[in-house]
């Protein structure tokens, strides 16, 4: 079942207007959630991240859309579905009308809850995806319905045997990967872009950046990242809401450890149950 502005109806019968400016226009946010035991995981940040980036694409906000009843409609719709642990999108879009000036800026939300399966991979192999780039603009950071670069990518990455893809700016520097950011670590130092270059303002990466910044065993930078890095780190890892973090083991004759990952991976299990 999925929750359509606050009304449940099946999947199956479920249908959106030919003049959906998700589907015609791309005039679309989206927030990818994890609920654990019944519990959403980081909800203030995917909250706030969402409120931002209505406003930054002059969506009008509701008056109801409080974070209580942001909770409130998810947790709804993963008890319809009867669902403890899952993988929720909650999307977000411009009513119908209008060609690219919208007929008005008011918003409809639609809300999609299966099983949560996040296995984390114990073999994981990237290498870049040069065939097109990200633009290195404020856009770039929302999580938004255009994700056709994405696309593209992932279906390079299958067609190569790869797991993911690390994507790349205008300048040619290191973005993020298809679906997660991405940290390089060496010696004590992680590194990770910069917002300015063009990444995902990722709920996980914002708490991984906290959680290293407590710790006094490492030093953690926002910076523009060259792909020559890559040989020299000691360790990758990605970062997104579902998997926390999947370290990388190979990027072409590159052998990674994991230690730093699994270390960081510990802690974040940790602060995702205090949230």
Do not use: W
């Amino acid at each position: 079942m999925i929750n359509f502005n606050g009304n449940f109806e099946s999947k199956n019968d479920f249908s959106l207007s030919i003049q959906n400016r998700a589907f015609k226009f791309g005039d679309a946010l989206f927030e990818t959630i994890k609920v654990e035991d019944g519990r959403i995981v980081f909800i203030e940040d995917h909250y706030f991240r969402l409120m931002a980036s209505m406003r930054m694409l002059r969506m009008e906000i509701s008056m109801k859309f409080a974070l209580e009843f942001f909770e409130k409609e998810i947790l709804r719709t993963i008890e319809v579905n009867k669902l403890i642990n899952a993988r929720v999108r909650f999307s977000v879009f411009r009513n119908d009308g209008g060609l690219y000036l919208p007929k008005d800026n008011t918003t409809s939300y639609l809300i999609e809850a299966d099983q949560l399966s996040s296995t984390l991979k114990k073999d994981y192999e990237v290498d870049l995806f040069k065939d097109h780039y990200v633009f290195s603009g404020m856009l770039s950071t929302l999580k938004t319905n255009n994700k056709i670069l994405n696309v593209i990518a992932s279906v390079y990455a299958d067609e190569n045997g790869l797991d993911n893809c690390i994507l790349l700016n205008e300048n040619k520097q290191i973005v993020e990967a298809i679906n997660s950011n991405i940290f390089l670590v060496k010696n004590h130092q992680i590194t990770t872009p910069s917002i300015s270059e063009g990444c995902l303002k990722g709920v996980v990466r914002k708490n991984i950046i906290s959680l290293i910044n407590k710790d006094a065993e490492y030093e953690i930078f926002e910076t523009a990242i060259s792909p020559f890095e890559l040989q020299k780190a000691d360790e990758v890892f990605l970062t997104n809401a579902i998997v926390g973090i999947q370290p990388v083991t190979k990027y072409r004759k590159k052998i990674y450890e994991i230690s730093v990952a699994t270390d960081l991976l510990d802690k974040l299990k940790i602060l995702e149950k205090l949230t």
